[in-house]
C-alpha cells in the first residue's frame, strides 16, 4: 500500500476526462492560505474502499458472530451499494452508482488524535459548497493540513471511514427495505455507543445540510437522535441548545405522519430532560401558562415526564412535582376563561388512537386537571367541572380511569363536593336507564354503559385520598359500589373497577385504629361480590395479585363482625379453592406473563422505519400499522420516558392494585415494590419501581420474576391463611372436616400441580393443628378413612413434593390420632407419641431432592404399599366403607398413577373384606361410573377382577344394580357384564338371570295403583334385561351359553317384541313424566326387542331363516300388535322351510308356553305350533293324536285369537289327508283367474294359489307346478305394478314348494326367470323390487349357487354398480349354458318404457360385452347393434357419474366388437 504524503505528485489535479471514473468525493481540508486540497486519485478511493470493506466485515463479525452474513455486511442494492473493490475493467458510473460517503469532513488535528469524541463541537463554517444530486456536502472549519501528514493518515482515514459510514447510514435511513433499515439503525447505535458525540455532530449537519429531506427520513433521523442522545452519560451545552431548538422547531409540525411525528421530535426532547430538566421543564411552564391551551406535544412531554422515573435523579421526581403543583395553580385561572375550558374538554374526549392505550398527552390532562381542581377555592366551581366531565363519555376504560383520577385528586380538598356530584350523577336519569338490563340501541349508548364502573372508581380514589377521615363515609361508600357492582352492565371492567376501589377503601379501613371495633354491616354483600371476582378471574394468568387481595380481604372480613353462615363459607372456600389451585404450573403462568407483558411484535407502539407509503395510512392511530420499530437497546442507555403511556393511565389500572393488604404488611410492600412520592399521593397506588413493574396498554402489571413463583407462593399464603382464620373462629372436628371436604376435590385432582398445591395447603392445615392444640381431643374423628384413603393414594404419587407432602400430612394426622385415640382410653403416655418425621426435617429437606429425603419410619417410606394396608388393619367397619369409596372415587381420575393406586386398593380391600360389605350393590353402581375413566389396562383388570370377586357372594344384587345403567348399555357396562361372564358357570347363571328378569314383565302403573314404585323398577329392569341380552349375544363369554338357551331365548324374544307393544297402547291419562318417559323410550324399546330378536338368529348360526324376513321386509310386521301375529308365522314359515335344526327344541320349549298364564305367551306358542305343523320334525316330538289334543285345548282358550289359531291348526292338511288332492284340483280354475282385467281380483287370486301352494305343504302342486310357473312369469312385464308384485311372490312359493322334488322341465323355467327378476330390482314400485329379491334368491337356494350369503348380503343391503356386477357375475357363472337366454332377455329390455329397468339392462348387457365379446358380436343384430349405440348414448347423460364413465368406455368397447365383426 502506498504512503500517503503531501506531495505535489499525490495532489496533482487530475484532469477533467478522468474526474467520471472517480467516486464523487471531495475532502474539503483548507489550509492555511485558505486554498482547498485538489480532488485525490481514484486509486486512493479504491483503496479506501477496500479498507472499508475489511474493516466493516471484520467489525461485524466481532460484534455479532452469530448474525448470518447477509446482515453482516450490506448487500448491494439501491440503498446499500456494495463495498466489494471494483474491476479495473468496469467503469465508474458518477451519475446511478452511490458512493459510501459524498463528502468526507476531516477534523481538526486535536480531534482527529482525539478519538474519544467526548469534547463539545466547535462552531461550523461551511465555504465552498457545492451540491450535486446524488451527493451530500458536509464542510469542516479550522483544519489543517496536518491531517494528512504521513504519520497521521491513519487516524485521518479512521475518522473519515466512521464519518463517511455515518452519513452513508444516515442517507440510507430514507429506503424503504425493513431489513436493510434495521440493520443500518443497528450499524448507527453501534457507533453511537463509543462515539455519540460524532453521530450528534453528523445528524446535526445531516439537518443543516439537507433542510428538505422528507418527512419520513426526518422521522428516522429524530428516533436515532433520541436513542444516541438517551445513550449518552454527558451532555454539552451546545448540544442541548442545538437539539432543543430542533425539537420545538418540529413537534408542532403538521405532516402526513400526524402525532407520530410530533411525538418522535417530543421524544427528543424527552431525552434531553435526563440531562437538563430544569432547563426544558421551564420551556414547558412557559407554553403551558401562555394562556392559550398548550400544543399536544408539551402534554405529551410532561405526561412522558410525569410518569418516568429514570429521567430523574434522586430528589428531582419531588422537585418537578412540586412544580408541576404550582404549574397547575397558577393554570387555575384559565378555568374562568371561555376558549381554555372548552379546549381542555375537547382533549379531555378526544377518542384515542388505540382504545387500549391512552396517550401520555390524555394521561397527563386528567391528571393536571385534577390538580388544578385541587388548587381551586371555589366549590361552585369544582362541582361544575366534574358534573361536566362526567357527562362525557364513559365508553373506553382509560377515559373512565381519567375521571376517577381527576375525581379523587379533587376531593382531597373538596370530599363533600365529589361527594354530592357523584351522589346527583349516579342519580341521574342514564344511570337510572342502565343498571337492569342494558341493550345498546345506539352508539349514543355505549356513553353511559359502563358509567358506574367510573363511579365505582371514583369511590376507590376517594377512599384512597382520603386517607383517616373514610371511616364515616365507608357504609354510603361500599353500599353505592355494591348497588353499582350488582346492578350495572356485567363485563371485566365492572370487576376490576370494583376490585380497585374495594381495595383503596380496605387500606382506608385497616389504616382505622377503630376498625376492628368497626361494624361491617355490609360483610356478606361483599364477600358474594368478592367470590364473583374470583369466579370471573382468568383461571390461565396469575400477572397481578388479584387473587391474593381478594383472599385478602375475605380473611379480614371474616374476622368482623358478622361473621359468614356456613352456605357462603362453603362457597367461599369452593372459589378461592378453584381460584389458586386450579392455575396452571408455574413455568406456563411465567411462560403467560412474559407474553403478556411483552407480546409479540406484530406491531409496537415505537416506530422507527416506514417502509411504504401504505403504512401512513392509519386514522386515529397511535402509529402506522405495520411499522417495525427500533431494534432494542441496553436498558442503561435507552432514553427514559418511554415505557408508561402516562400518569393517569397507571394510576386507574385495574390490574395495579396494591401488591399486599393492611397496615401490618404496607412495610412489606414498600419495600419490596418501593414507593415514590407520586405513588405516596395515591397517584400509582401500589405500583412499583421500573425494574419490577411496566405500563402496559395502560395497566400497570408485575414483572415476570415477581409474577411467577413468589406471587404464587403469597397468593397459596394468603389461602393458608384464611383456613387457619377459619379454624381459629371455630376450633371443632367439624369444621376441620368441613375445611377438608372441600379439599378433597382437589387432592383427587388429574392435574399433578393442582394435588400438589393441594395437598400442602392440606399438610399445612395438619401442621398447624398439630403445632397449635385448638382442637378438643375428645372430639370423635369421624372422616378418618376418607382422609387416609386421599392421603395414601397421594403417597404413591410421581411428583415427589407431593409424596413427601403427603407423607408429612399422614404423620400430623397420625399424630392428632394418637392424641385423640390417647385420651379415648385414658392411656395418656409420659412422651408425646414419636412422629415419624418432624418439620425440622422437611424444611431440611426440599421437594424433589432425594437425597435430602427427610427421616422417616420404614413404614411411611414414599410409595410403599404397605401405608394403606396398615392403616386398613386399624380402620372399623364404617372407616373401611370410606376408605373403598375413595378408591373407587380415585378410579374416576385421569393420572395414571392415581388410578392404578386405587384399583390396588380397591382390589386388596375386597379381597380381604368382600363378604362382610353390605352395599354391594351401590358399590357395583359406583364403579360402573368410574370405569369409564379407568384408561390403565391393568387397573380396569384390577376393577372387573373386583367385580368378579364380589358376584361370587353377590350375584342377584350385582345383576340388579347392573340392569338399573343397561338402559341404554354403554362400552363400560358391558365390560362389567363381561366380567360377570369371565367363568363359564358364572356365564350361565347370569343369564339365567337375566331370562328371569326378562319375563318379569308387569305393565307400567296405572292411576289408582297403591304400589308403582316397585312395579316401575321391574319395568324398567325388564327392559334392561332386554337391552343385556342383545349385547350379549355378540360376546365371546356368553356364546356357548347363548347356543345353548337358544328355544328360550327366542320364544322369549318374541314375548317380549309383544310385550313392548303393548306397552305402546292407549291407556287412561298418565301425568307429564310418565308422558314424556314413554315418549323418549318407547321407539329405542321396540327397535332393541326387535334387534336382539335379529341378532339372535344371526349370531346362533340362523341366518337363513333371518335372510327371509330380511327380503321380505317382514320386520315391519313386528311393529305393530294387527301385523304381529303374521311376522311370528312368517318366521316360523321360514324356520320349516329352511329345515331348522332347532325345531324341535322349540317345541319342547313351546307346548309349556301354552299353559301359561300370560296370554302373550300362548298366542306366540300357538302361532308357532301352527306353523311347525307343516314340517316333519313336528311328528318326533308331538304325535298327531297330540297335537290333535293341543289344538282341541287351544278351542277353550279365553283369548278369541288363540281359539281362531287353534281351529286354523286343525284344518291342516296333516290331519286330513285327502285335503291335498282336494286343494290341487282347484289350482286350474284359479290359473284361468289371472287373466281377469280387474288388477286386485288377479292379485287376489294370485294370493289364494301362493296359500293354497302353502297348505299343500310337503305334498305340493305335482304335475300343475309347470303351470303356475308358465303363468306367473308371463306377468312379470305387467304394467300393473300390483300384479307383478303377485306374480313374483307366486313363482317364489312355488319354488319354495319344489325344494327337495324333482324339476324337470320347471328348471327351465327357473333360469328364465332369472334375468327379469334381476332387471325388475330396478322397478319403480318397492313392492316388486322386494319381490323380486326374495324370489331371485329362493331360486339360487333352489338351484343351489355358492356364496348365498354373500348373495343375500347383497340383495339386502348393497347398492350401486359394485353390486350389479356382483349378481351379474353370480348368474353367468352359474348359468353358462343360458347365456343366449339371457343376453336375448337383456336386449328385449332395452326397450323397457322405464328408465331404471332400461339402465339396468344396458349395464347388464355391457358387462356381458366387457368379458364375452365374441359370444356377443355373434349374437346380435344390426339392430340390436344401433339400439346398443343409441342407449349408451343416453346413458351418457345420466346423472350419475358412475354410469356416465361406464357408457362411455362401453361405446368404445362396442365399436371395436362392432368393427371385429363377422358382419363388419
Given at each position: ?17 478522468q ?11 483548507p489550509?492555511s ?14 483503496w ?28 448491494a ?26 463528502v ?8 482527529i488524535?482525539?478519538l474519544s ?22 464542510h ?28 452513508k447510514?444516515?442517507r ?21 455507543y ?12 445531516y ?39 430542533l ?20 421524544n ?13 421543564a ?57 376558549v381554555w ?68 385528586l379533587a ?58 377521615h373514610?371511616?364515616?363515609w ?79 380481604i ?106 399486599v ?38 395497566r ?37 372436616h ?15 400441580h ?39 393414594i ?23 390420632l394418637?392424641?385423640?385415640?390417647a385420651?379415648?382410653?385414658s ?6 407419641p ?30 410403599g ?17 370410606d ?9 374416576g ?96 347363571l ?31 329392569r ?20 347363548v347356543?345353548?338357551a ?31 318417559e ?13 334387534e ?5 338368529l ?16 317382514s320386520?315391519?310386521l313386528?311393529t ?25 327344541t ?73 285335503g ?6 282347484q ?13 286386485p ?32 312369469r ?13 306374480a ?7 319354488v ?9 322341465r320347471l ?75 339371457h ?35 355373434q ?21 350419475e ?24
Open positions: 500500500m502506498p504512503t500517503l504524503t503531501p506531495k505535489a505528485s499525490l495532489l496533482t489535479p487530475i484532469p477533467n476526462s474526474e467520471r471514473n472517480l467516486i464523487q468525493v471531495q475532502v474539503q481540508v489550509t492560505s485558505n486554498q482547498p486540497w485538489p480532488p485525490l486519485r481514484h486509486w486512493f478511493w479504491d479506501v474502499e477496500r479498507e472499508a470493506r475489511v474493516r466493516h466485515s471484520r467489525a461485524d463479525r466481532e460484534r455479532a458472530p452469530w448474525l448470518p452474513s447477509w446482515e453482516q455486511a450490506p448487500r442494492s439501491p440503498s446499500c451499494p456494495s463495498l466489494e473493490p471494483r474491476k479495473a475493467s468496469e467503469p465508474r458510473d458518477t451519475g446511478s452508482r452511490r458512493d459510501p460517503v459524498s468526507i469532513s476531516s477534523r481538526n488535528s486535536e480531534s488524535k482525539d469524541y467526548t469534547k463539545a463541537p466547535q462552531d461550523s463554517v461551511y465555504k465552498d459548497r457545492q451540491t450535486v444530486p446524488t451527493t451530500i456536502l458536509l469542516k472549519s479550522q483544519s489543517s493540513q496536518a491531517a494528512l501528514v504521513p504519520k497521521e493518515h491513519k487516524m485521518f482515514l479512521e475518522e473519515a471511514y466512521n464519518a463517511a459510514i455515518c452519513f447510514m444516515l440510507d435511513l430514507n429506503g424503504s427495505d425493513p431489513l436493510r433499515l434495521k440493520y443500518v439503525i443497528r450499524k448507527i447505535k453501534n457507533i453511537a463509543e462515539s455519540p458525540n460524532l453521530v450528534l455532530e453528523a445528524i446535526r449537519d439537518f443543516t445540510d439537507n433542510p428538505e429531506i422528507s418527512t419520513r427520513h426526518r422521522f428516522r433521523l429524530f428516533q436515532v437522535l433520541e436513542t444516541v442522545i438517551g445513550a449518552c452519560d454527558f451532555l454539552e451545552e451546545t448540544w442541548e441548545k442545538t437539539f432543543m431548538k425539537a420545538l422547531e418540529n413537534m408542532t409540525k403538521t405532516t402526513e405522519l400526524e402525532d407520530v411525528f410530533q411525538d418522535a421530535a417530543s427528543v426532547l424527552v431525552a434531553i430532560c435526563k440531562h437538563a430538566w430544569r432547563v426544558v421551564q420551556h414547558l411552564e412557559t407554553q403551558m401558562l401562555t394562556g392559550l391551551f398548550p400544543h399536544r406535544s408539551f402534554l405529551y412531554v410532561m405526561g412522558v415526564l410525569s410518569s418516568s422515573e429514570d429521567l430523574f435523579k434522586k430528589g428531582e421526581k419531588m422537585c418537578w412535582e412540586k412544580q408541576l403543583a404550582q404549574i397547575a395553580t397558577k393554570s387555575v385561572q384559565f378555568l374562568n376563561t371561555d375550558p372548552k379546549e381542555l374538554q375537547r382533549a379531555l374526549t378526544k377518542p384515542d388512537r388505540t382504545q387500549q392505550e391512552q396517550p401520555p398527552e390524555k394521561a397527563f390532562l386528567f391528571y393536571y386537571y385534577g390538580l388544578i381542581l385541587q388548587a381551586t377555592e371555589d366549590s361552585a366551581t369544582v362541582r361544575a367541572h366534574l358534573q361536566s366531565l362526567l357527562e362525557t363519555s364513559h365508553q373506553w376504560p382509560k377515559q373512565r380511569e381519567g375521571m376517577a383520577l381527576t375525581m379523587g376531593a382531597v380538598r373538596h370530599l363533600e363536593d365529589v361527594w354530592a356530584v357523584l351522589d346527583q350523577f349516579g342519580r341521574s336519569a342514564p344511570i337510572k336507564c342502565s343498571p337492569h338490563i342494558f341493550s345498546p340501541k345506539s352508539s349514543e349508548d355505549f356513553r353511559w354503559k359502563w358509567a358506574s364502573s367510573t363511579i365505582l372508581l371514583a369511590y376507590g380514589q376517594m377512599a384512597a385520598k382520603a386517607k383517616e373514610i371511616l364515616p365507608v357504609d354510603n361508600i361500599l353500599s353505592r359500589m355494591i348497588f353499582y357492582f350488582h346492578y350495572s352492565s356485567w363485563d371485566d371492567t365492572l370487576k376490576q373497577s370494583f376490585l380497585k376501589g374495594v381495595l383503596l377503601l380496605v387500606r382506608a379501613i385497616s389504616r382505622n385504629e377503630g376498625a376492628h371495633s368497626y361494624e361491617f354491616s355490609q360483610a356478606p354483600e361483599l364477600l358474594d361480590c368478592l367470590m364473583i371476582l374470583l369466579e370471573k378471574e382468568s383461571p390461565d394468568t396469575l400477572c397481578t395479585s388479584i387473587r391474593q387481595q381478594a383472599i385478602h375475605i380473611s379480614s372480613l371474616c374476622k368482623l363482625r358478622p361473621p359468614p353462615d356456613l352456605e357462603r363459607k362453603s362457597r367461599l372456600l369452593s372459589v378461592c379453592f378453584r381460584s389458586v389451585f386450579a392455575l396452571p404450573l408455574l413455568e406456563v403462568l411465567e411462560k403467560h406473563t412474559c407474553l403478556f407483558l411483552e407480546p409479540p411484535n406484530i406491531q409496537e407502539s415505537r416506530v422507527s422505519l416506514l417502509p411504504d407509503d401504505t403504512a401512513l395510512a392509519h386514522p386515529g392511530g397511535m402509529y402506522p400499522p405495520g411499522l417495525p420499530s427500533l431494534p432494542p437497546m441496553p436498558t442503561s442507555t435507552l432514553a427514559a420516558g418511554k415505557r408508561s403511556p402516562g400518569l393517569g393511565v397507571e394510576c386507574s389500572a385495574p390490574e395495579s392494585g396494591p401488591t393488604c393492611g397496615p401490618v404488611q404496607d412495610e412489606t410492600r414498600r419495600a419490596l415494590v418501593g414507593a415514590s412520592p407520586l405513588r405516596e399521593r395515591g397517584a400509582l397506588v401500589g405500583a412499583g419501581p421500573p425494574h419490577e413493574h411496566r405500563a402496559l396498554g395502560g400497570t402489571v408485575a414483572h415476570p420474576e415477581a409474577c411467577g413463583k413468589a406471587l404464587y407462593d403469597r397468593t397459596a399464603e394468603a389461602l393458608d391463611q384464611l383456613l387457619q382464620t377459619f379454624i381459629r373462629q371455630t376450633p371443632t372436628a367439624e369444621e376441620l368441613f375445611l377438608l371436604s372441600h379439599m378433597y376435590f382437589w387432592l383427587a385432582s388429574e392435574k399433578a393442582e394435588r400438589q398445591r393441594a395437598v400442602h395447603s392440606c399438610t399445612a392445615l395438619l401442621k398447624f393443628l398439630s403445632q397449635n392444640p385448638h382442637l378438643d381431643p375428645k372430639e370423635e374423628f369421624r372422616w378418618t378413612g376418607q382422609l387416609v384413603g386421599m392421603l395414601g397421594l403417597c404413591q404419587d410421581p411428583d415427589r413434593a407431593t409424596q413427601l407432602s403427603s407423607l408429612e400430612g399422614m404423620g400430623h394426622l397420625y399424630q392428632l394418637m392424641r385423640q385415640k385420651v379415648e382410653a392411656e395418656v403416655e409420659s412422651g408425646t414419636k412422629q415419624p418425621w418432624s418439620s425440622g426435617d422437611r424444611k431440611t429437606a426440599p421437594a424433589g431432592a432425594p437425597e435430602q429425603a427427610p427421616r422417616m419410619d420404614p413404614l411411611f417410606q414414599p410409595g404399599s404397605q401405608v394403606i394396608k396398615e392403616v386398613m388393619k386399624r380402620l372399623t367397619m364404617q372407616e373401611l366403607t376408605l373403598i369409596w375413595t378408591a373407587i372415587d380415585g378410579l381420575s385421569h393420572s395414571p398413577f392415581r388410578v392404578q393406586a386405587a384399583a390396588e386398593m380397591l382390589l386388596a380391600a375386597i379381597q380381604d373384606h368382600g363378604a362382610k360389605l353390605d352395599t354391594v350393590a351401590r358399590l357395583g353402581r359406583a364403579i360402573h361410573l368410574q370405569l369409564c375413566s379407568v384408561r390403565i389396562p391393568q387397573a380396569k383388570e384390577h376393577a372387573l377382577q373386583a367385580i368378579t370377586l364380589l358376584a361370587r357372594s353377590h350375584t342377584s344384587q350385582l345383576v340388579a344394580a347392573f340392569l338399573d345403567f343397561s338402559i341404554p348399555l354403554d362400552s363400560h357396562a358391558f365390560r362389567l357384564w363381561r366380567a360377570l361372564g369371565a367363568e363359564p358357570p358364572t356365564s350361565r347370569v343369564l339365567a338371570t337375566l331370562l328371569a328378569w326378562l319375563q318379569e314383565r308387569p305393565l307400567p302403573k296405572a292411576a289408582g295403583d297403591s304400589s308403582p314404585q316397585s312395579k316401575d323398577k321391574t319395568y324398567l325388564s327392559l334392561a334385561a332386554m337391552n343385556t341380552v342383545h349385547e350379549l349375544q355378540f360376546t365371546r363369554e356368553f356364546k356357548v351359553a347356543q345353548e337358544y328355544p328360550e331365548l327366542l320364544l322369549a324374544l318374541l314375548a317380549q317384541v309383544h310385550y313392548i307393544l303393548e306397552l305402546d297402547l292407549p291407556r287412561e291419562p298418565q301425568p307429564h313424566s310418565e308422558i314424556q314413554a315418549a323418549v323410550t318407547s321407539p329405542q324399546r321396540c327397535s332393541t326387542s326387535l336382539a330378536l335379529k341378532s339372535l344371526s349370531t346362533t348360526g340362523h341366518w337363513h331363516d333371518f335372510a327371509h324376513l330380511e327380503l321380505q321386509g320386520w315391519e313386528f305393530t300388535l294387527p301385523t304381529y301375529p303374521q311376522g311370528v308365522s312368517l318366521l316360523a314359515r321360514a324356520m320349516v322351510q329352511n329345515r331348522c335344526q332347532q325345531i324341535k322349540v317345541l319342547g320349549q313351546l307346548l309349556p308356553s301354552l299353559q301359561s298364564r300370560e296370554e302373550r305367551k300362548r298366542k306366540v306358542a300357538m302361532l308357532i305350533l301352527t306353523e311347525f305343523l307343516y314340517s316333519p320334525a313336528l311328528l318326533e316330538v308331538l304325535p298327531k293324536q297330540a297335537a290333535l289334543a293341543v289344538l282341541a285345548r287351544g278351542l277353550r282358550d279365553t283369548s278369541p285369537k288363540v281359539r281362531v289359531w287353534s281351529l286354523q291348526g286343525l284344518g291342516n292338511v296333516l290331519f286330513h289327508p285327502g291335498g288332492s282336494l286343494l290341487r284340483g289350482l286350474p280354475p284359479f290359473l284361468d283367474g289371472f287373466f281377469q282385467d280387474s288388477e281380483v288377479v292379485v287376489r287370486v294370485m294370493g289364494t294359489v301362493s296359500d293354497v301352494l302353502r297348505r299343500l305343504g310337503a305334498l305340493g302342486a305335482g304335475a300343475q307346478s309347470l303351470g303356475v310357473a308358465i303363468n306367473a308371463s306377468f312379470f312385464d305387467d304394467e300393473r305394478d300390483g300384479i307383478r308384485a303377485a313374483m311372490a307366486l313363482f317364489g312359493d312355488l319354495a314348494a319344489m325344494e327337495g322334488k324333482e324339476l324337470g328348471r327351465a323355467q327357473v333360469y328364465q326367470s332369472m334375468v327379469p327378476l334381476l332387471l325388475h330390482l330396478k322397478d319403480h314400485c318397492p313392492a316388486v323390487v322386494t319381490q323380486a329379491k326374495f324370489t331371485f334368491y329362493r331360486c339360487t337356494v333352489l338351484l343351489h349357487w355358492r356364496l348365498r350369503h354373500t348373495l343375500f348380503c347383497t340383495l339386502a343391503w348393497e347398492q350401486g354398480l359394485s353390486a350389479r356386477h356382483f349378481l351379474w357375475t353370480c348368474l353367468m357363472t352359474h348359468s353358462q349354458e343360458e347365456f343366449h337366454v343376453l336375448t332377455q337383456a336386449l328385449s329390455y332395452l326397450h323397457s318404457c322405464h328408465h331404471h329397468i332400461k339402465t339396468w339392462a344396458a349395464l347388464f348387457i355391457g358387462y356381458t360385452i366387457c368379458y364375452h365379446p365374441q359370444a356377443v358380436s349374437m346380435v343384430t344390426g339392430v340390436d347393434t344401433n339400439l346398443l349405440f343409441c342407449t349408451f348414448e343416453d346413458l351418457k347423460k345420466d346423472p357419474p358412475g354410469i356416465r364413465e361406464f357408457a362411455t368406455r362401453q361405446l368404445s368397447l362396442l365399436q371395436k366388437v362392432v368393427a371385429t365383426s363377422p358382419e363388419h
